[in-house]
């Protein structure tokens, strides 16, 4: 049994010498014990004790060549804090010997081990370059920052070479439980292994730092499990702004919802220019084909009226003569309509009335174009519009005239007797009111039910208009 | 306005920057600060320093100069019609939290993007301003991200494009309507210009750099774009073939989504809701999809619905296409090129790397596969290996259940009282 003692935890340079000199003397891997210092990396490291064994091998021997991706995969995994990661690799060169292809095959049970190892020390050293936090201090020669890091496996002087070049010109040390590095501006100089209490306790601009993490955290995205996967509890202890993670995460519902609320409640404005986005809106709904309806029909009819209207009417579809004119509610029923919004005390100037679909669908009847009932896919497809003309003008109140409407409005099947002449709340909060469509009281035959029905609807008008207060 | 301390004013103009989604700091050329002057160093790989709650990684210092607008774009905290406080960084407050966060390694650089103020041409000047303050007064030699004006002088912007590693403007929304109306003051057509012109520039110095070595850098990390998802009526097919004409037509390094989310203050016009933030997640897929795993945009949005044109949230795209086209599988390990591979849903660029790698020299097994990948079991349908075929799996009329991933209930919340 062979015993090598290297010097140090990450001694990789040794571990090299070592192999070469053992893989001379043809010792196989279970024939060695591999040590650090006085402690044993290996269970059987007890069992061979006596002195090492004089080097034999031949230095005349040509040396083996080793492929570079192979002491790029060492380098790494030697680091690992994994007791047997130098007779792994030690393994792994014994086969190397016959099979020098074994660097390219990544689904062989050891390689995959090494390789493993390797990868968890690319992130350690990774996550200590991004998570070290430098405290200032002042001696007598200026400024110097002090760190306090806790990696998880020996990779703290593999890792100087990075802060000296990106901090060449300040003084600082990093210091870990395993030795501490110290650079003055010009060389870098190793310490002793250090505590957490020989770093420096605060900085001011701490401070600073956590008021930057809390403003840049948006509370309407809460993602806990990227954050842990990327920024693993145990390097929170040494990075001051994770003392702020669970504060920040238990406001974060009550944020999120303000803010919704507080635009429900209408204290936002629409800006400057709600009459452009209208606009914009506008035309954007006259090349819609969102549904097939746009072909026969002869234009989109969109709603009309102020955009700060309070009051919105939210018809069925246009008809014959609003597929000509363009405009809702200029035909038979828009004239009962504006009859019965006077007889409300109503200025029709005064509301947004639109339809729950904006393309006239009808069935040729000879030389006529016979209304014919949109489906429920076609108000599906059409309500996108209806709701921005809804977020747009936020009114106070929203009457939905015939089923159509309402369906578009509430998402769902409405019975109109059922629901109508009270105030009812729409999915968005907004508060919304169900009556018959002027066309329904057209089409009755009985003169008095005419008439008994255009005064419900009347009163129906009255009641959604003194909601508005 | 009363006057505000460095650390209110970070507060807010932190605040307002945090709806920019990238926060890149690699794919630059490689620098440090070896040589005593100065401070900072890039390399290729980025580094995050810090995750904020919301998943995102903190590498750069991000934030507005200042968060006074004369625009009114609705989805925008810092629209003109918007109550938020205001405030204002002058170029050296800017330069020096910058420098004292890099010296106690908080950050990778800067992120300095801004509302426009005066004129376009002010803003941008005020933007170059801090750029060449850290790079010329302070040697600095970490990352510098600058958000570019459309409108600006081309000067001013080749000037950033100088001093930045990228540089990068919002195409915002991802449909010329939907910008119409939400930003009605900005331009789809002006937006486009100006990142035409920037990719003329970094091709035009990349191609004086082969020629001489003392021909300026510019822009070495390209430009980048982001736009909003869920505030306009994009379907997530047509934002896929929005972002892959950009990646071809301005040759940019990366299209950033970000799902719209509520905003203090929010404009009327607005939606209410924030949607799912896991179909901005399934858009990023998509995308990595088109850049490294050899998909064409019409296979990407084949594996949308057809009837809603949006890709499915329980499932990631690859797997909804390898669902939707089983007549492609099984796909032999020991056989398949490379191109075929990276559709097997669960093998990655790097698995499949290996793969090739290793069946060079010998016939891939299962157990092989397996040691290459994080779930065999997922994999397992679409492949033939050795000792592997997947006869009764194969023959299976709903293959969904087996490998969909589970429905996880509600997540529990980490900090619970």
């Known amino acids: ?469 | 306005m009363a006057q505000l301390d460095v650390r209110q004013k970070l507060e807010i103009l932190a605040d307002a920057a945090k709806y920019d989604a990238s926060c890149a700091s690699s794919g630059t050329s490689k620098r440090t600060s070896a040589d005593g002057k100065g401070i900072g160093s890039t390399e290729g790989m980025g580094i995050c320093h810090a995750y904020a709650p919301d998943g995102r990684c903190i590498s750069l210092l991000k934030i507005l100069l200042t968060n006074s607008c004369v625009f009114d774009c609705h989805y925008c905290i810092n629209r003109k019609s918007s109550n938020v406080r205001r405030a204002r960084f002058s170029a050296q407050e800017v330069v020096n939290l910058t420098l004292s966060f890099y010296r106690r390694n908080y950050i990778e650089g800067l992120f300095l993007s801004s509302g426009i103020i005066k004129s376009s041409n002010y803003t941008m000047e005020q933007l170059v301003e801090v750029a060449r303050s850290l790079r010329e007064d302070h040697h600095f030699r970490g990352y510098i991200h600058l958000k570019t004006i459309p409108d600006a002088d081309p000067e001013l912007v080749h000037q950033a494009g100088l001093y930045a590693d990228r540089v990068s403007i919002n195409v915002e929304l991802p449909t010329v309507g939907g910008l119409r109306r939400l930003a009605p003051e900005k331009d789809g057509a002006r937006i486009e210009g100006a990142m035409g012109e920037m990719k003329a520039a970094i091709t035009d110095t990349a191609d004086a750099r082969t020629r001489y070595k003392s021909a300026p850098r510019f822009a070495p990390a390209g430009q980048s774009t982001q736009m909003i998802v869920g505030a306009d009526a994009a379907t997530d097919g047509e934002i896929v073939r929005k972002a892959s004409t950009l990646y071809d037509r301005f040759g940019l390094r990366r299209v950033y989504y970000s799902a719209f989310s509520p905003i203090p203050d929010a404009s009327a016009v607005l939606p209410l809701q924030r949607p799912p933030l896991m179909r901005e997640h399934r858009l990023y897929q998509s995308d990595w999809l088109m850049r490294f795993y050899g998909f064409s945009t019409d296979e990407v949005v084949a594996a949308a619905d057809e009837a809603t044109g949006m890709l499915p949230l329980d499932m990631d795209p690859k797997l909804a296409w390898a669902l939707k086209f089983r007549d492609r599988f099984p796909v032999d390990v020991n056989r398949a090129p490379r191109e075929l591979l990276w559709r097997v849903p669960g093998l990655g660029t790097k698995a499949v790397k290996s793969i090739l790698a290793a069946r060079r020299w010998r016939r891939l097994r299962l157990d092989d596969v397996a040691r290459l990948t994080v779930s065999i079991a997922r994999v397992r349908p679409f492949i033939v290996c050795e000792d592997w075929r997947p006869v009764v799996l194969a023959d299976r009329a709903e293959l969904r259940p087996l490998v969909a991933p589970k429905v996880k209930t509600q997540q529990l919340e980490l900090f619970a009282a």
């Not at chain 1, 001694?11 to 060695?32: E, K, M, S, T």
């Not at chain 1, 070479?161 to 003055?184: G, Q």
């Not at chain 1, 929170?236 to 803010?259: C, D, F, H, I, Y």
């Not at chain 1, 234009?299 to 009226?305: I, K």
Request: overall charge neutral.
């Open chain 1, 1 to 469: 049994m062979r015993v090598v003692t290297l010097s140090a935890p990450d001694d990789v340079d040794g571990w090299r010498d070592a192999a070469r000199g053992l893989l001379a003397d043809h010792v196989a891997p279970d024939a060695v014990v591999w040590q650090v210092g006085d402690a044993a990396t290996d269970l059987f490291a007890a069992t061979a004790a006596g002195p090492p064994p004089a080097p034999r091998h031949d230095a005349a021997a040509p040396a083996m060549r080793v492929p570079r991706a192979f002491l790029d995969l060492a380098n790494n995994a030697a680091l690992h804090q994994d007791p047997e990661r130098f007779a792994l690799l030690y393994a792994m060169l014994w086969r190397l010997r016959a099979t020098p292809r074994l660097t390219d095959d990544h689904a062989d049970p050891l390689v995959r081990r090494i390789e493993t190892l390797a990868k968890s020390v690319r992130r350690d050293i990774h996550k200590m370059r991004a998570f070290v936090r430098f405290r200032s201090v002042s001696d007598d020669a200026g400024e110097r920052y002090v760190a306090w890091f806790e990696p998880e496996h020996h990779i703290v002087r593999a890792n100087a070479a990075f802060f000296v070049n990106r901090f060449a010109s300040m003084r600082w040390s990093i210091l870990t439980p395993e030795v501490s590095l110290h650079w003055d501006g010009a060389a870098l100089q190793e310490g002793p292994a250090a505590e957490r209490g020989d770093a420096p306790e605060g900085d001011p601009i701490e401070e600073v730092w956590k008021t930057y993490y809390a403003s840049i955290f948006n509370p309407a995205r809460v993602k806990v499990g990227t954050m842990l996967r990327e920024m693993p509890r145990k390097y929170w202890k040494n990075m001051p702004e994770t003392a702020l993670v669970p504060q920040l995460l238990a406001t974060a519902q009550a944020r999120e919802s303000g803010m919704i609320d507080k635009a429900r409640a209408r204290e936002s404005t629409v800006g400057d220019n709600a009459r452009a986005a209208w606009e914009a809106l506008r035309d954007e709904a006259s090349a819609c084909t969102r549904c097939h309806l746009y072909k026969p029909a002869t234009q989109t009819v969109f709603g009309e009226g102020p955009v700060d209207a309070t009051m919105m009417f939210v018809g069925e579809q246009p008809g014959d003569q609003e597929d000509l004119a363009g405009q809702p509610f200029v035909g038979p029923a828009g004239q009962v309509f504006d009859r019965a919004l006077a007889a409300a005390g109503i200025t029709r100037a005064e509301t947004y009335v639109t339809n729950a679909v904006k393309h006239f669908k009808f069935e040729p009847r000879g030389k006529r174009r016979i209304h014919a009932k949109p489906d429920a896919g076609e108000i599906e497809a059409c309500r996108w519009w209806t709701e921005q003309e809804q977020m747009l003008l936020r009114p106070k109140v929203t009457v939905a005239l015939g089923a159509t409407a309402a369906r578009s409005l509430f998402g769902k099947v409405m019975t109109i007797g059922r629901e109508r002449g009270r105030e009812l709340r729409l999915p968005d909060g907004g508060a919304a009111w169900i009556t018959v469509h002027p066309s329904y009281l057209l089409r009755l035959p009985d003169e008095a039910a005419r008439a008994s029905e255009y005064e419900r609807f009347v009163e129906d008008l009255r009641m959604a208009h003194a909601a508005l207060g």
